[in-house]
């Protein structure tokens, strides 16, 4: 590994870049094989259920409350380099006990070996993020965030496509011909995969450039240092803002391929067919986002974000439960909408935590925001999985007093969950515009210049995509305007009435008692 140079040249800091989205393609391949619809048929094939598969989608963002005590570290370590490929190479051999146990261990001692790697790799690649997110802050200039991270990002997702289409076919080929001893063997052959993506990944990122820290992080006491971030009144509010948004989207999102796959009955390869065309959105999307974000800032993006995903949500209340072409067409869109906010907010939470965080205090900064991360989106998946086994055989049903009653809609466990994080994530848009970002553009300007890119460079099938998918963005974004303007006036109508009430009642009480009759 090269030693780190305190002067990268220009022609080093663009080799690097690219061999930043080279070592991330491999690790995004990693992780896909290790979550989404690939981890909910490994645990529900091992007979496990929402609430174990909750857990092991949590693992890894629990594992971000090693961020704090992963500070000190940081500041007495600041080859973050080789913090980086250190641990993250722990992590990603950990699978490969995933793999051991399902070949060689008996049934009743697999779930605990599982678990154990499971925590291992989340633990491990924690401690990698800490120092890769600080290392990438001082690499990626300032005025280029938005454009590199969203290139790198929707390449990334680009290449985890095959990954993720070949793994659903090779898991369904192999149990349709082997039953479950076979799908053992898959499972255990998938793991190992993924755990030689993730060593590709890690001998790249060993040749990338370093440089030492530009600040030295002990300039400024270690306890101080923790405590900064939350004694900054903007940096609090987007702590405040990041933690619902990600706690409402780890509650539900991760359930939408176990709704689909459980509750509808869709097939593996219907489900991962369908993810795929959220990986053909997010591509087209992040890269898009990418471009405006640098010229409008981070935070209209999220503005945008919010009523997306609440629509995305709350559409999955009209699903019918027969199978039909207009459940197929509802579900298609949806994974269109949730693909596209999370590819928003994704980039942009991140690039803002980046902007926000600049000094000797960057690595506290950034760790606090990873470990709200970690509260909001360990505790969601967990406490989501456990509501749907709580709400097990919920079916609620709504239609019209006329006659017998007619029926319209038949709203059940997972939708019901999808609904209430809808309404917080609405909620928590007035904690969003109170964050103040340099630089930011108003909404309706990010929604013509979406219009525009969406136009612009783009090859005809995927311009007429982009364009269709920002008309209903647009839609959206014009619904909730609405919708918000209705609900002031209405909460301004409610407090003139009871401000006209008690103007009245005080003066009655001006006016004193009243006097005897007949006086």
Same mark, same amino acid.
């Given at each position: ?45 091992? #007979?496990? #259920? ?14 971000? =409350? ?78 280029? =965030? ?251 049903? =709504? ?90 006036? #209405? ?26 009759? #007949?006086?």
């Amino acid at each position: 590994m090269p030693a780190p140079d305190p002067s990268i040249t220009p022609a080093q800091l663009e080799r690097g870049l690219k061999l930043g989205v080279v070592e991330g393609a491999f690790a995004f391949a990693t992780f896909t094989l290790t979550s989404g619809a690939v981890l909910a048929a490994f645990v529900y094939s091992s #007979g496990m #259920g929402a609430f174990q598969y909750g857990l092991f989608t949590a693992l890894p963002f629990l594992a971000q =409350l090693l961020q704090i005590p992963n500070v000190a570290l940081l500041r007495r370590w600041h080859d973050r380099r080789r913090m980086t490929v250190l641990f993250a190479s722990a992590g990603r051999l950990s699978l490969l006990g995933v793999t051991a146990a399902l070949l060689f261990l008996p049934s009743e001692a697999r779930a605990f070996a599982v678990l154990v790697s499971f925590v291992s790799w989340s633990a491990f690649s924690a401690l990698a993020g800490g120092a890769w997110l600080w290392w990438m802050r001082d690499l990626v200039p300032a005025d280029r =965030l938005g454009r590199y991270f969203g290139s790198r990002g929707s390449a990334l997702v680009a290449v985890s496509a095959p990954v993720l289409f070949g793994a659903g076919f090779f898991l369904d080929w192999v149990r349709s011909g082997g039953g479950e001893e076979a799908s053992r063997f898959a499972f255990a052959a998938l793991f190992a995969t993924a755990a030689a993506f993730g060593m590709v990944s890690s001998a790249i990122l060993a040749q990338m450039p370093h440089a030492p820290p530009a600040e030295d992080p002990r300039q400024v006491p270690l306890r101080r240092s923790l405590s900064l971030p939350f004694k900054d009144l903007n940096y609090r509010r987007m702590l405040g803002w990041l933690s619902v948004w990600w706690f409402a989207t780890t509650f539900t999102v991760p359930f939408f391929p176990v709704f689909l796959l459980v509750d509808l009955g869709m097939p593996v390869s219907f489900v991962t067919l369908l993810l795929l065309v959220g990986i053909g959105s997010t591509v087209v999307f992040l890269r898009l986002w990418g471009r405006l974000s640098d010229r409008f800032g981070n935070k209209p993006i999220l503005a945008v974000s919010v009523p997306v995903l609440s629509a995305a949500l709350l559409l999955s209340l009209l699903l019918p439960t027969a199978p039909g072409l207009l459940r197929v067409a509802l579900i298609v869109v949806i994974q269109v909408l949730l693909a596209l906010a999370a590819a928003g907010a994704d980039l942009t939470a991140w690039n803002l935590a980046f902007k926000l965080s600049r000094g000797p205090d960057a690595p506290s900064f950034l760790a606090a925001v990873s470990f709200v991360r970690a509260l909001a989106t360990g505790l969601g998946p967990i406490l989501g999985g456990a509501a749907a086994v709580f709400l097990r055989g919920t079916s609620i049903q =709504l239609g019209l007093p006329v006659g017998g009653g007619v029926p319209l809609l038949e709203i059940t466990r997972f939708p019901l969950l999808f609904a209430g994080a809808a309404a917080a994530i609405l909620v928590s848009a007035a904690l969003l515009s109170r964050v103040k970002e340099e630089g930011e553009a108003p909404r309706s300007a990010l929604l013509d210049a979406l219009r525009l890119e969406a136009d612009d460079g783009l090859m005809p099938g995927v311009r007429h995509f982009a364009a269709a998918t920002t008309v209903t963005v647009q839609f959206i974004v014009d619904v909730q305007e609405k919708a918000s303007s209705s609900l002031d006036s #209405g909460i301004e109508a409610i407090k003139g009435a009871i401000e006209s009430v008690s103007g009245a009642e005080d003066d009655d009480d001006d006016a004193g008692p009243p006097g005897p009759r #007949g006086s």
